[in-house]
């Protein structure tokens, strides 16, 4: 499991956490029934503090992608990637609602963004 955090992104650090293992199970990178690195040994590895990685692991907990076992440790639990999925729509609906209104304060058009977003679009799968 490859996880990196950046102190000067602005989103706070347990969402980034979150954030990327909610995406590795998601993707299946992280499988059903795996453990988890340790609160305090991810914390270690990514020099932040223990309080920050107990809380993404906290709200990965309420949502469901993980279960932690006491004195066992931390582990994905069976979630129904569909589940995520409408989740992971979800959120992104939200931020292209975010886009649109900015957009529209700057005077694009619809357009303007679908030829925006077709070029970005290109640009992602040529890398």
Known sequence: MHLSV???????IYLQLKEQIKNQILS????????LP???NLAQSLKISVITTKRAYDDLEQEGLVTSVSGKGT??????KESIR????RELEEQMKKIIKESQALGLNR?????????????????
Do not use: M, W
């Open 86 to 89: 409408e989740i992971k729509y």
């Open 75 to 80: 582990y994905v639990s069976g979630t129904n």
């Open 38 to 40: 340790s609160i305090r």
């Open 111 to 127: 357009q303007d963004l679908t030829n925006l977003l077709t070029i970005l679009y290109g640009e992602e799968n040529e890398a």
């Open 28 to 35: 299946g990178e992280l499988q059903e029934n795996e453990l």
């Open 6 to 12: 950046s102190l000067t992104s602005g989103e706070p």
